[in-house]
Nanobody, 123 residues
Framework: QVHLVESGGGLVQPGGSLRLSCAASGSISRLNAMGWYRQAPGNQREFIAT???????NYADSVKGRFIISRDNAKNMLYLQMNNLKPEDTAVYYCHGYRYYGPVERVERQDYWGQGTQVTVSS
């Protein structure tokens, strides 16, 4: 079992930066991938970025070139460096991870979510 807790959210002016952290209670090296999602009021939760156990990254077009996802397996931490923030980045940001388990003929997937941290971009 992996328990995820986000931190680092807050209020920032447009053009500013924030660094989100996600602390895992268990070993994240067991997870196939980890990522960040966000949800703005009235919107569905949307994908932001993901990083595999090997370090491969993928970003949503809306944040590509501004956000950087990274992980530290030794510290069981996931990070999201957010630069050049825009008002449309305002949302609750969620840490996510998943792992596949079970026999090859019946692989199952287990997802883990944090409780979320609020990011507000406003002048």
């Amino acid at each position: 079992q992996v328990h995820l807790v986000e931190s680092g959210g807050g209020l920032v002016q447009p053009g500013g930066s924030l660094r989100l952290s996600c602390a895992a209670s268990g070993s994240i090296s067991r997870l196939n991938a980890m990522g960040w999602y966000r949800q703005a009021p009235g919107n569905q939760r949307e994908f932001i970025a993901t990083i595999s156990s090997r370090g491969s990254t993928n970003y949503a077009d809306s944040v590509k070139g501004r956000f950087i996802i990274s992980r530290d397996n030794a510290k069981n931490m996931l990070y999201l460096q957010m630069n050049n923030l825009k008002p449309e980045d305002t949302a609750v940001y969620y840490c996510h991870g998943y792992r596949y388990y079970g026999p090859v003929e019946r692989v199952e997937r287990q997802d883990y979510w944090g409780q979320g941290t609020q990011v507000t971009v406003s002048s």
